[in-house]
């Protein structure tokens, strides 16, 4: 499907991702078959996420697709199938990776982490309070270091 054909029709890719959500809401061999999808249509971003997954993990998948936009990188290739599925033509994975990790930055800022751990440890809690999974909220306590930071300075008030 062109730009041009979506230009005359925005609902058209609407109408076909829908179909498609309502496979994967089926949750059998299509469960991670895509998670969010950014169009660009007429000087318009268009940003849709599959509604069968968990509110942390749609809110993850908008900080990616909110990533790829900030970090202005170039789009890669969906069509639609007359099936109605999304196909992806092109996939760069450096891209995805700097969009990883700036929705997690977005998502559960350091200082906020900092702030946060140093009330609770607990990571469900945290998870709970920054709205994001425990698997996402225990990946950005070790790469950003807060975790340890925590650790040492806790140990170097008991030394003293």
């Known amino acids: ?70 970090l202005e990188h170039t789009p890669g290739r969906i069509d639609i199938s007359t099936d109605g599925y999304l196909l992806l033509s092109s996939f760069e994975r450096e891209q995805e990776d700097e969009a990883n990790w700036l929705a997690g930055a977005l998502l559960v800022p350091r200082y906020g982490l900092v702030m946060a751990y140093a009330r609770r440890k607990d990571a469900t809690l945290l998870a709970r309070q920054f709205q994001v999974s425990e698997r996402l909220l225990l990946w950005r306590l070790r790469h950003t270091g807060v975790a340890l930071q925590a650790k040492r300075a806790n140990a170097y008030r008991r030394r003293a």
């Open 1 to 70: 499907m062109t730009d041009d054909a979506l230009r005359r029709n925005p609902k058209i890719a609407c109408v076909a991702i829908q179909r498609r959500s309502r496979v994967v809401a089926d949750r059998d061999r299509y469960s991670e078959s895509w998670s969010a999808v950014t169009l660009h249509v007429g000087g318009t971003y268009l940003t849709i996420v599959d509604s069968a997954h968990s509110p942390s993990r749609q809110r993850s998948n908008l900080a990616h697709e909110l990533a790829h936009l900030l």
